[in-house]
Nanobody, 126 residues
């Protein structure tokens, strides 16, 4: 079974920072594409950032320059550093794993590409 556990969420003022973590138990983590998604009440799920097995990254336009995705393969952990947070960043944040693709396909910010999901961590910006 693939297990993903997010942590690091919380409540911050606008302009503040948070770092989210996603611990993965799957043995195939090092060869997988991984991503962060978010969903606010009443809104569709949105791809935030993705990273492939070589460390290439993609970001949604809304977070470019503010968020940084990274991975530590030795620890099987995915991170999302969020700086200059805005109220519109308020959402439940989820990490996801695509074990099929090691590199980006062009759909790396589409939720249907990912097979495994964590249960989420809440981020609230006021």
């Amino acid at each position: 079974q693939v297990q993903l556990v997010e942590s690091g969420g919380g409540s911050v003022q606008a302009g503040g920072s948070l770092r989210l973590s996603c611990a993965a138990s799957d043995d195939g983590y090092s060869s997988a594409c991984m991503a962060w998604f978010r969903q606010a009440p009443g809104k569709e799920r949105e791809g935030v950032a993705a990273i492939d097995s070589d460390g290439s990254t993609r970001y949604a336009d809304s977070v470019k320059g503010r968020f940084t995705i990274s991975r530590d393969n030795a620890k099987s952990t995915l991170y999302l550093q969020m700086n200059n947070l805005k109220p519109e960043d308020t959402a439940m944040y989820y990490c996801a794993v695509d074990h099929v693709h090691a590199r980006f396909t062009g759909d790396e910010l589409k939720d249907w590409q990912y097979s495994y999901w964590g249960h989420g961590t809440q981020v609230t910006v006021s």
